[in-house]
């Protein structure tokens, strides 16, 4: 059709393609660039639960707690008598006892939550022990190291000794020797650390 007076002609012909067919067409354009271009990824109701077994870890954070506490012990000093000469070596290097991370020992209960009692307790002394295990925060726990502190040992008779410092503080773990070595006392640690991570004394009445 010639278009008045300019002799220009305009085409009435409709488009081939409708809207939605054009949009499809350029869709699959695309699909077709991705799929050539990309490795295929995997449908993740094939791979997620395998992924989940690899790397998450489900727990509770009760255990969690328990894991740390069992692993960062830190002894108040109570060391009354000559018990303490074997905890001293095991804190040096041949023994080494950080490697349970519990090197530092704790001036202060209100930092520490175990003590071993390593060495013969009088009477006289007796309240201040009982004063110092009150002002450890709990959880707290007890390791009563050596004869005397388990009964009194070769000084059970005498009128001024205690016969074993469960008569005044609960005690979690008895480690028998006159003195005991240090191997004998990191077993010790380690039944208390297997005590503290089954649960059994976290809350104490
Ligand atoms: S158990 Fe033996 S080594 Fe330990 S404090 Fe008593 S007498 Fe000394």
């Known amino acids: 059709m010639e278009k008045a007076g300019t002799g220009m002609e305009i085409s009435k012909q409709p488009f081939i393609y409708s809207d939605r067919e054009i949009d499809d067409k350029e869709g699959q354009v695309i699909e077709d660039l991705k ?3 990309q490795t295929p990824i995997p449908d993740p109701d094939r791979w997620l639960d395998e992924e989940i ?3 998450i870890l489900l727990t509770t954070v009760d255990a969690v707690i328990t894991w740390g506490r069992r692993n960062s012990l830190y002894p108040v000093i109570c060391f009354p008598a000559c018990c303490a000469f074997e ?3 095991a804190m040096g290097p041949r023994f080494d006892l950080s490697r349970f991370g519990m090197e530092i020992l704790r001036a202060s209960p209100r930092q520490a939550d175990l003590m071993i009692t390593a060495g013969t307790l009088t009477w006289k002394m007796a309240p201040n022990v009982k004063r110092v295990y009150n002002q450890m925060a709990e959880p707290k726990w007890v390791i009563a190291m050596g004869a005397c502190a388990i009964s009194g040992g070769i000084f059970r008779s005498s009128y001024s000794v205690v016969p074993g410092y469960n008569r005044i503080i609960p005690v979690d773990v ?4 006159c003195p005991p070595r240090p191997e004998a006392l990191m077993q010790a640690i380690g039944m208390l650390q297997h005590k503290i991570s089954q ?4 809350v104490k009445e």
Do not use: E, Q
């Open 199 to 202: 649960g059994t004394s976290i």
């Open 53 to 55: 077994k690899k790397s």
């Open 174 to 177: 008895y480690l028998p020797g």
């Open 35 to 37: 799929a050539a271009s």
């Open 87 to 89: 905890f001293i070596g």
